[in-house]
């Protein structure tokens, strides 16, 4: 690989002209430390599965190296080892700094059309039961944690356009981690786009520095202040989450532990908030041993820590066996990463929660929940409901059960 300069960000457009020149088909990211609007495609990268795209990269960039001003791989990884990944060394790279302080202001209107006709799979009783089952798989030493997901199907009267959806994602959150990534299958009848705003920040890497901040253990926002507190202190007493978040936290330090010389891992979580939830968070901060290693990249960090428990379980095998037996459809490119990597290893790339998919008039979105020792299955019901709350009032759709109960 060659030297680290061409990844440090170079700012020289504002972050909401980025996001006005988002067109879908676009690569786009923004986070605390920037925003990133790629276009075009100099070459695909091919993957042969999980644990190989970063070796992909690696070459993708070197041979783009002396050719273009920016080499970098943009993209997203699905969920399972064999999912679809979506990777390209795009022809075109604009660099903008941190949202500045308007893009903060309000939101543009509703993004999604006015009538919907939704589909939740499973129906929101037979994911209940399906904790249930989880439950019982703990309680006989198959499983310490699974996370399970439940998906909702919209279909619009008129398509959806991606551009203000992708504008009220970054609008209600700047400082969350917004994207809009080309996923377009064969077959599908209109450009396919994941696009959304993940509050879990997988990996970072900057120089020699790396950080992850991963998040487990989760309680709906209230909006009201007296209450909100009252839940944040439940969420920082609750055992039962703090365990769930320990399994998470454990997994992503004896991952980057292989790769550290210096790692940082905090004695106890704190809780974070985003515009619908609040979160138990660790920020694990460490230095590479090798920054040069090119098994050491942005991408082959993500690539050893995922799936982390947060969006699987433990132990991973087994509860991704459990995911694929109980969740009715298939994630795709839910809980898998999203997010760039550069011609020095420098990147970023975060966990593909509060997103989904929109071809044309259809949404497809996922919402999941922790299933540990202790769980109570409507709670955990109610815990996605909380988590579709940022896509569909992004949609204009205000209410999750309003919107189930339509179905």
């Known amino acids: 690989m060659s030297s680290p300069v061409l990844d440090r960000p170079r700012p020289a457009h504002r972050a909401a002209d980025l996001l006005a020149a988002y067109l879908p088909g676009s690569f786009y990211f923004s986070s605390p430390r920037g925003s990133l609007l790629a276009d075009g495609v100099h070459s695909f990268v091919r993957g042969a599965g999980h644990g190989s795209h970063a070796r992909a990269a690696a070459e993708a960039l070197d041979a783009a190296a002396g050719v273009l001003a920016e080499p970098l791989v943009v993209g997203a990884i699905g969920f399972r080892p064999d999912a679809a990944s979506s990777l390209v060394v795009p022809a075109v790279v604009r660099r903008a700094g941190a949202p500045e302080a308007p893009l903060a202001g309000a939101a543009p209107t509703a993004a999604g059309p006015a009538s919907w006709t939704v589909t939740p799979r499973p129906a929101p009783d037979a994911y209940a039961d399906g904790v249930r089952r989880a439950l019982q798989l703990i309680g006989g030493g198959d499983l310490d944690k699974v996370v399970l997901a439940r998906c909702l199907e919209l279909t619009a009267d008129a398509p959806v356009p991606v551009p203000a959806l992708l504008a009220r994602l970054v609008r209600a959150d700047p400082a969350t981690h917004a994207f809009a990534v080309d996923v377009t299958a064969p077959g599908d009848p209109a450009t396919r786009t994941l696009v959304g705003a993940s509050p879990e920040l997988l990996v970072a890497r900057h120089g020699d520095r790396v950080v992850a901040n991963p998040l487990a253990g989760s309680r709906p926002r209230a909006g009201d202040q007296a209450l909100d507190r009252e839940r944040v202190a439940e969420l920082t007493a609750s055992e039962k989450d703090r365990d769930e978040h320990a399994h998470v936290v454990s997994q992503v330090a004896e991952v980057l532990g292989r790769f550290c010389g210096e790692l940082h891992v905090p004695a106890d979580p704190e809780v974070i908030g985003t515009p619908t939830m609040w979160h138990l968070s660790s920020r694990i ?102 988590k579709f709350a940022t896509m569909l009032r992004a949609l204009g759709v205000r209410d999750a059960a309003t919107v189930e109960g339509s179905a």
Not at 291 to 310: I, K, N
Not at 341 to 346: V, W
């Open 285 to 386: 901060t460490g230095r590479l041993a090798d920054p040069a290693d090119p098994g050491s990249s942005a991408l082959a960090l993500a690539e050893a820590l995922h799936p982390t428990p947060a969006v699987c379980g433990v132990p991973t095998a087994r509860a991704r066996d459990t995911i694929a037996a109980l969740e009715p459809e298939d994630r795709g490119y839910y809980a898998g990463l999203v997010g760039w990597t550069g011609l020095g290893g420098d990147g970023e790339w975060v966990v593909t929660i509060r997103s989904a998919e929109v071809c044309d008039r259809a949404v497809r979105l996922f919402a999941g929940a922790g299933i540990v020792a202790g769980s109570d299955p409507e709670a955990e019901l109610a815990e996605t409901t909380a």
